[in-house]
């Protein structure tokens, strides 16, 4: 996988995950899980299981509502 290829997967995962912490950080775990998997699957990317762990545990820090959406450090886009 090309670095171009790469940067493109963290970026369209990064949009995904951006949505989902500004509109379901006060929701219920597993909404937020199933609502990051599913904008994962449409934008086509994935992220390893560890990856998705940070994220889903920084965004549910995120319902003291002072902190920013968490940064996606690696994705992979899906074939």
């Known amino acids: 996988m090309t670095d171009e290829v790469q940067q493109a997967a963290v970026e369209a995962a990064q949009r995904v995950?951006?949505?989902?912490?500004?509109?379901?950080?006060?929701?219920?775990?597993?909404?937020?899980?199933?609502?990051?998997d599913e904008g994962l699957a449409k934008a086509k990317v994935s992220l390893d299981d560890e990856e998705?762990?940070?994220?889903?545990?920084?965004?549910?820090?995120?319902?003291?509502?002072?902190?920013?959406a968490p940064q996606v450090r690696s994705a992979t886009p899906v074939e």
């Open 17 to 36: 995950v951006d949505e989902v912490s500004s509109w379901q950080y006060s929701a219920e775990d597993s909404t937020i899980a199933d609502q990051l």
């Open 52 to 68: 998705r762990a940070r994220i889903l545990t920084e965004i549910d820090g995120m319902k003291d509502e002072s902190s920013s």
